[in-house]
C-alpha cells in the first residue's frame, strides 16, 4: 500500500471553520485567529488542497482572510448552495471568489444536483470553463440516482466510510470512473462519530453504538490511529480517489500528517470492511439525525 500517495490524497475540510460541525466537536468558541493559524500549519506541511462551501457559516471569509495575510494559492472546492431562492448561480460564484479572495477555482460543485437541470446554470457553467475560472464542474451527491453522465460533469463529490460502502461499490460510480470521472469522498469519520466514546453517542442514533465500538475496539487491537484507520480502509475500496477530513486543532493536523506511520494488513482491511458491511443502514446518514 503506497502511503506516501495517501497522504497526497487528503484534501482538508473546512465546514467546522467557522461553526462548530459535526456530531462530535464540543467547541463552543470560534477563534478565527486560530483558524487560520490552522490552515497555514495545513499548508506549510504539503496539505494544499482544501474544500469549502458558500453554505458552510464563514468558511470562505476565514479561508480569504488566509490568503490575503499569507499570500497564499491553496487549491480550492467550493460548492454552489441550492438554488431555490431568487439568487442566481452568477450571484453565489462571484461571492465566493471575493469572499475566498482568489480569481479561479479548482474545482466547482453544485450542493443540489437536480439544479443541473436549469438551463441558465449549464450556460453559466460553460462560460466560466470557457473563462478558465474553474479547472472541473462536477456534483455533490448522495445516492446512485443522482450520479449524471454529462461531459461537462468530470468530478463527483460521494459519501463513504466502512459502514457505508454501498455508493463506493456502486456500478454507476465504476462507470463515471471508468470514462475518466474523478472522485473526492467526503464523511469517512461520519462527522467525527467514529472518534466518539460509544457511551456518549446521542439516544436518536444508538443504532450506530456498536458499528462504532466495533471500529474502534479494532484500531486498538491493530495499535493504529482511528482515523488512519478510517481512510486507509477507503483508500482501499478506492485508491484513485481523493479523500476530505475535517480538521479542527494543530494535534489533529499532526495526527493526519504522520499517516505513512500506520501499518496494516491488507487482509485485515478486508475484514473490516466485511464486518462494516453487516452494520450498514440508513442510520449512518446524517441526513437522518
Not at 22 to 46: D, P, Q, R, V
Not at 100 to 107: A, T, V
Not at 149 to 173: A, R, T
Request: aromatic letters at 8%; glycine letters at 4%.
Amino acid at each position: 500500500m503506497n502511503l506516501l500517495n495517501i497522504k497526497n490524497t487528503i484534501i482538508i475540510g473546512t465546514a467546522q471553520l467557522g461553526t462548530n460541525y459535526g456530531i462530535a466537536n464540543t467547541n463552543k468558541n470560534i477563534f478565527i485567529k486560530n483558524k487560520i493559524e490552522l490552515l497555514e500549519l495545513c499548508y506549510k506541511h504539503n496539505l494544499h488542497h482544501f474544500d469549502t462551501a458558500y453554505a458552510y457559516e464563514n468558511s470562505h471569509k476565514i479561508i480569504g482572510k488566509w490568503i490575503k495575510k499569507y499570500s497564499t494559492s491553496p487549491i480550492i472546492n467550493t460548492k454552489i448552495p441550492n438554488l431555490q431562492d431568487n439568487k442566481n448561480i452568477e450571484f453565489y460564484f462571484h461571492e465566493s471568489l471575493k469572499q475566498l479572495n482568489i480569481i479561479n477555482i479548482k474545482n466547482l460543485f453544485l450542493h443540489n444536483p437536480l439544479d443541473w437541470n436549469k438551463k441558465e446554470v449549464k450556460e453559466f457553467i460553460i462560460n466560466i470553463i470557457g473563462k478558465n475560472q474553474i479547472a472541473q464542474f462536477g456534483l455533490s451527491i448522495y445516492e446512485t440516482k443522482e450520479v449524471i453522465n454529462d461531459p461537462l460533469i468530470k468530478i463527483l463529490q460521494i459519501p463513504g466510510n466502512i459502514f457505508n460502502q454501498d455508493i463506493l461499490l456502486s456500478e454507476e460510480i465504476n462507470k463515471f470512473t471508468s470514462s475518466g470521472g474523478k472522485i473526492q469522498i467526503r464523511s469517512v469519520l461520519i462527522q467525527g462519530l467514529l472518534m466518539m466514546d460509544p457511551q456518549v453517542i446521542p439516544s436518536n442514533i444508538q443504532e450506530t453504538k456498536a458499528g462504532v465500538s466495533y471500529f474502534q475496539d479494532t484500531a486498538k487491537e491493530l495499535n493504529i490511529n482511528k482515523v488512519h484507520l478510517a481512510i486507509l480502509c477507503i483508500n482501499y475500496l478506492l485508491p484513485e480517489a481523493e479523500i476530505i477530513i475535517g480538521v479542527d486543532n494543530k494535534t489533529q493536523v499532526k495526527d493526519l500528517l504522520n499517516i505513512d506511520k500506520s501499518n496494516i494488513k491488507n487482509s485485515d482491511i478486508k475484514e473490516i470492511l466485511k464486518e462494516g458491511k453487516t452494520h450498514a443502514g440508513e442510520h449512518w446518514d446524517p441526513r437522518n439525525w
